[in-house]
């Protein structure tokens, strides 16, 4: 098993940046694809970045070019750079952990874009 926690969310201003840094613990880190998501007000969970063992990213369209996923094995840490955010990327972000068929979810840390 591995234990997730996320951190670095806050409020932040349209046009602002925020990291988000999710920990993992319990478990072999360069084991796992790890991703971000996210659930805005009334919404189902989406996508928003996804980064295998290998190292390599992929993005749901409506972050492309702002958002960017990392990871750090050393560390057991991934991280989300975001940049020029915008006001429909308010949500709970949580942090993903996926190995063959199963998935480990961080508790979620909120994300607010308002002016």
């Known amino acids: 098993q591995v234990q997730l926690v996320e951190s670095g969310g806050g409020l932040v201003q349209p046009g602002g940046s925020l990291r988000l840094s999710c920990a993992a613990s319990?478990?072999?880190?360069?084991?796992?694809?790890m991703g971000w998501y996210r659930q805005g007000p009334g919404k189902q969970r989406a996508l928003v970045a996804t980064?295998?063992?290998?190292?390599?990213?992929n993005y749901a369209d409506s972050v492309k070019g702002r958002f960017t996923i990392s990871r750090d094995n050393a560390k057991n840490t991934v991280y989300l750079q975001m940049n020029s955010l915008k006001p429909e990327d308010t949500a709970v972000y949580y942090c993903?952990?996926?190995?063959?068929?199963?998935?480990?979810w961080g508790q979620g840390t909120q994300v607010t874009v308002s002016s």
């Open positions: 319990g478990s072999i880190f360069s084991f796992y694809a």
């Open positions: 993903n952990a996926n190995l063959v068929a199963t998935d480990y």
């Open positions: 980064i295998t063992r290998g190292g390599s990213a």
